[in-house]
């Protein structure tokens, strides 16, 4: 874990690079739904978005906890990291599988920014969170493989270079065990468009997240893609889900900050009746429990963090620690636009844009009920519902 004066020193360096992209920034990128990209590669020169990769390959050798600090101070500030938070964890998911030449050949370069690697293609049409059901194939040819699929929700594929990719490799029916015949591939997205393999097709939705749908039509991709060994990617991935969930829990409580402090701001100072609003209980309350439930999830966070960096199992903290963060986040937006009232609808105060964006994590990229079923099976021993 890194100490305490390292990591405000980090928040401090985070805040004072989100306060160049003030909240007309945001506000523009989300009414045009346009993606981020002076704030990105501004992270990326800040050395933020390269915080878990080893110094030997030039990132800066953080822990996992150092991340969450990164992600949160973002969120707390009224930015939005989820234009850069996959880098994160799909990088890590490289950085522990992925062969000497790889992790040689492309992350120094994930590092300086000379690739993007945003984009993560799991979740499929027909399938969803049921990741063992996926179709996307790829079928060994000779010195490649060919890839025939779909995925959906693949976020930020627009702008990324690289593709982290689950598909099948051997058919469901004929693996010995239903986490095995899935593997995972690195692909090279610039030349798989321009091959004509690989198609991109944009999904606007409630708030500005770059959603994608990718088609894959006899898509070739060479066998040195293929990181770690066939037909063990679904095992590849679960850690570094629990690296994203840490991720993204933390960038809940960043946001759960931001709307607390807005809301306790807004309470003393707008007037009615001749007294700030916050003066009632009426208002302190709500605030002031969002405010307990958003601390209580930031413990949960940390200790998840702390779990993962010494080389525990963190699927239990993880799993809790995103739920809550998830849940504290939206309690506390919902109670920001209480405050305010008719002006939380307002673009101009950013409360809705922020109430927009905060809705996501208690369905993506896990919904809650998964995580309960996860708990209810793996913690407490309950017979598998599903």
Same mark, same amino acid.
């Given at each position: 874990?890194?100490?305490?004066?390292?990591?405000?020193?980090?928040? #401090?360096?985070?805040?004072?690079?989100?306060?160049?992209?003030?909240?007309?920034?945001?506000?523009?990128?989300?009414?045009? #739904?346009?993606?981020? @990209?002076?704030?990105?590669?501004?992270?990326?020169?800040?050395?933020?978005?390269?915080?878990?990769?080893?110094?030997?390959?030039?990132? @800066?050798?953080?822990?996992?906890?150092?991340?969450? !600090?990164?992600?949160?101070?973002?969120?707390? =500030?009224?930015?939005?990291?989820?234009?850069?938070?996959?880098?994160?964890?799909?990088?890590?998911?490289?950085?522990?599988? +992925?062969?000497?030449?790889?992790?040689?050949?492309?992350?120094?370069?994930?590092?300086?920014?000379?690739?993007?690697?945003?984009?993560?293609?799991?979740?499929?049409?027909? =399938? +969803?969170?049921?990741? *063992?059901?996926?179709?996307?194939?790829?079928?060994?040819?000779?010195?490649?493989?060919? !890839?025939?699929?779909?995925?959906?929700?693949?976020?930020?594929?627009?702008?990324?270079?690289?593709?982290?990719?689950?598909?099948?490799?051997?058919?469901?029916?004929?693996?010995?065990?239903?986490?095995?015949?899935?593997?995972?591939?690195?692909?090279?997205?610039?030349?798989?468009?321009?091959?004509?393999?690989?198609?991109?097709? /944009?999904?606007?939705?409630?708030?500005?997240?770059?959603?994608?749908?990718?088609?894959?039509?006899?898509?070739?991709?060479?066998?040195?893609?293929?990181?770690?060994?066939?037909?063990?990617?679904? #095992?590849?991935?679960? =850690?570094?889900? %629990?690296?994203?969930? $840490?991720?993204?829990?933390?960038?809940?409580?960043?946001?759960?900050?931001?709307?607390?402090?807005?809301? =306790?701001?807004?309470?003393?100072?707008?007037? $009615?009746?001749? #007294?700030?609003?916050?003066?009632?209980?009426?208002?302190?309350?709500?605030?002031?429990?969002?405010?307990?439930?958003?601390?209580?999830?930031?413990?949960?966070?940390?200790?998840?963090?702390?779990?993962?960096?010494?080389?525990?199992?963190?699927?239990?903290?993880? %799993?809790?620690?995103?739920?809550?963060?998830?849940?504290?986040?939206?309690?506390?937006?919902?109670?920001?636009?209480?405050?305010?009232?008719?002006? +939380?609808?307002?673009?101009?105060?950013? !409360?809705?844009?922020?109430?927009?964006?905060?809705?996501?994590?208690?369905?993506? /990229?896990?919904?809650?009920? *998964?995580?309960?079923?996860?708990?209810?099976?793996?913690?407490?021993?309950?017979?598998?519902?599903?």
């Amino acid at each position: 874990m890194q100490n305490r004066e390292d990591l405000d020193e980090i928040r #401090r360096a985070v805040r004072a690079l989100c306060d160049e992209f003030p909240n007309e920034y945001w506000r523009e990128k989300d009414r045009e #739904r346009a993606y981020p @990209s002076e704030f990105v590669d501004a992270l990326t020169r800040a050395g933020f978005l390269a915080a878990l990769i080893p110094e030997e390959y030039g990132g @800066s050798g953080l822990k996992l906890d150092a991340a969450a !600090v990164i992600m949160e101070e973002i969120q707390a =500030s009224g930015s939005n990291g989820g234009a850069a938070h996959a880098q994160m964890y799909v990088m890590n998911t490289l950085l522990r599988y +992925g062969s000497d030449e790889q992790k040689a050949h492309y992350l120094p370069k994930i590092a300086d920014g000379t690739l993007r690697l945003q984009a993560f293609g799991v979740s499929e049409p027909t =399938s +969803g969170t049921d990741t *063992l059901s996926l179709r996307t194939f790829a079928e060994a040819d000779g010195e490649d493989y060919v !890839v025939n699929g779909q995925k959906i929700w693949t976020s930020r594929a627009e702008h990324s270079d690289l593709m982290m990719l689950l598909a099948r490799t051997t058919p469901k029916d004929e693996t010995e065990k239903k986490t095995e015949g899935l593997s995972l591939f690195l692909v090279d997205m610039q030349q798989a468009q321009a091959s004509g393999g690989m198609t991109i097709k /944009p999904i606007r939705t409630m708030m500005n997240h770059s959603s994608c749908e990718v088609f894959f039509d006899d898509l070739r991709i060479p066998k040195s893609a293929l990181i770690g060994e066939e037909g063990k990617g679904f #095992r590849y991935i679960l =850690s570094g889900m %629990n690296a994203e969930r $840490v991720l993204i829990a933390a960038e809940c409580i960043g946001d759960a900050k931001w709307f607390i402090e807005r809301a =306790s701001e807004y309470a003393k100072d707008r007037q $009615v009746f001749g #007294r700030p609003i916050g003066q009632n209980q009426g208002i302190q309350f709500p605030i002031a429990r969002c405010y307990a439930q958003m601390r209580a999830a930031e413990l949960m966070v940390h200790h998840a963090a702390e779990v993962y960096d010494q080389g525990g199992n963190a699927g239990e903290e993880a %799993n809790m620690a995103k739920m809550l963060a998830s849940e504290a986040s939206w309690a506390a937006a919902d109670m920001c636009v209480q405050t305010y009232g008719g002006f +939380g609808f307002a673009e101009e105060y950013d !409360v809705e844009r922020k109430f927009r964006e905060a809705r996501l994590y208690t369905v993506a /990229p896990i919904s809650t009920n *998964l995580i309960l079923s996860y708990l209810s099976e793996h913690v407490l021993g309950l017979p598998r519902s599903y």
